[in-house]
């Protein structure tokens, strides 16, 4: 069965620090890993989708990375903002298990003005 | 643009009620699926449909819950027979046909049982 752990649960930074929150799956049979932004009471936000046979995906201040064999993923926050302050959620497509997304339960971040 | 949009957004109900949700995908989107989500949990996978057939169920979902996709557009999920432990987030994403594929997320429907 696939299990996704993100570490560490919570963080909290000052504004303008750099920042990496990591994801890791059991099973590197993956179509691709996806990560999410999720705001309070609110739906998820796709942030980034990297193919398992990509490396590594960017868009705008954030990159992040897959190394599918040893089955991590991170996501990288440059320059970080108030406005970045959220619950950042990984998940994996699995091959050859249910056809949905496998979640972790998520970090939640907090960006101190 | 018009995103994955779901109906109502909150919803208080009874426990023994029965209650029904709508969520409507983005309309090239020939798959759509349904994930429950509890406080401090991430989503969890519930069932999806490819145009209007069912093609897998988890074992999270109890005989209490269907759902529906009747012409391959929106899609329900009823639960009946409602309990405590039915109170959580009730997320809709739809994706482009092929495993693998983005899936864009609705704002859900806020379940909760008294």
């Known amino acids: 069965k696939q299990e996704v752990t993100q570490i560490p649960a919570a963080l909290s930074v000052p504004e303008g620090e750099n920042l990496v929150l990591n994801c890791s799956f059991t099973?590197?049979?993956?179509?691709?890993l996806q990560w999410f932004r999720q705001d309070p009471g609110k739906g998820l936000t796709s942030l980034l989708l990297i193919q398992s046979s990509q490396r590594e995906q960017t868009s705008g201040r954030l990159n992040a990375s897959l190394d599918k064999s040893s089955g991590r993923s991170t996501l990288y926050i440059a320059a970080s903002q108030p406005g970045d302050s959220a619950t950042y959620l990984c998940a994996v497509f699995h091959r050859g298990g249910a056809d949905g997304l496998t979640f972790g339960k998520g970090t939640h971040l907090i960006i101190q003005p | 643009d018009t995103g994955v949009s779901q109906d109502p957004r909150h919803k208080i109900t009874k426990r023994g009620q029965n209650v029904t949700f709508r969520c409507d995908p983005i309309s090239e989107h020939n798959r759509l699926y349904w994930y429950r989500q509890t406080l401090g949990q991430g989503p969890e996978f519930l069932t999806y449909f490819q145009n209007e057939a069912q093609l897998e169920k988890s074992r999270l979902l109890s005989d209490r819950f269907s759902a529906e996709r009747p012409k391959g557009s929106f899609s329900t999920l009823e639960i009946q027979r409602t309990e405590q432990g039915d109170s959580a987030m009730y997320l809709c994403?739809?994706?482009?046909?092929?495993?693998?594929?983005?899936?864009?997320f609705g704002p859900g429907t806020r379940l909760t049982v008294l």
């Open positions: 994403a739809s994706s482009f046909t092929a495993s693998g594929r983005t899936q864009y």
């Open positions: 099973d590197s049979a993956i179509y691709n």
